[in-house]
């Protein structure tokens, strides 16, 4: 498998093991040919130089994402990741609706995953293996936002629902993701992270199969609702949410 993160017993795993198919797919990028290039232009043979240089990068990308510190770092992010879910829950001006006194809440993706992007980056700069990569920036934020995609993507494929739902924390769960609801335009190059999780308030009442059918019903409301928003009014839930965050 491709995915540099595991989803298992709860908990999403980072073990510094990556696989190359997204590197090769990167370097057919414009950013990925100029980080490329550049690197070639180092190398003193012109014939072999942009296959040397792209082992070159490829090595050193491998070797530093095995190394003990940013493998600790991005652990501790991952771990928190949920939380950050949770978080976001109380955020102002989300969707949300009320099941027999629990709370069902839209927490986009863009916003979670956006939060977790920058917690990593700013801390991988104190990792001196990530710091000093050949590449720069670049080849950095590539690494990075991989480790959101298939973060994200190990998440998702947990499949919450009513009946299976997803531990996000001691007051909330995840009882479903949309995968495919476009809160924004992304500026260029940047991931969409289409789509969100409807978590579900944990009370002192039990999640009972009435409730369980109530709140399927009301992801149905809220999934009619949303397609309703215009491009503005989208663009707003995000900008309140991330002000009250």
Known sequence: ????VRYRRGRARYTGRITRAPFVAWLATPEGRATLDDAASQ???A?????????RLWRRLAA???DRDVIVTIQSEMDGYLGR???FAYAQGLPRVSVDLHRIVVVPRVLINGATYGAIARRLQSARAFASLDGGDALRDFFILTLIHHLDGAIAGAMPSPKRPLAVHKEWISVGIDGAFVWR???VNDPPWDGHHYVLELTRDPITRAVRKAVVAAIKRLEASLGSLSRIERNEILRRALRGA
């Not at 498998?1 to 540099?4: E, F, K, V, Y």
């Not at 014939?47 to 082992?55: S, T, V």
């Open 64 to 66: 530093a994402a095995r």
């Open 1 to 4: 498998m491709n995915t540099w």
């Open 85 to 87: 879910l949770q978080e």
């Open 47 to 55: 014939f072999f130089a942009r296959a040397r240089a792209a082992r």
């Open 43 to 45: 190398v003193r043979f």
């Open 185 to 187: 335009i992304p500026p």
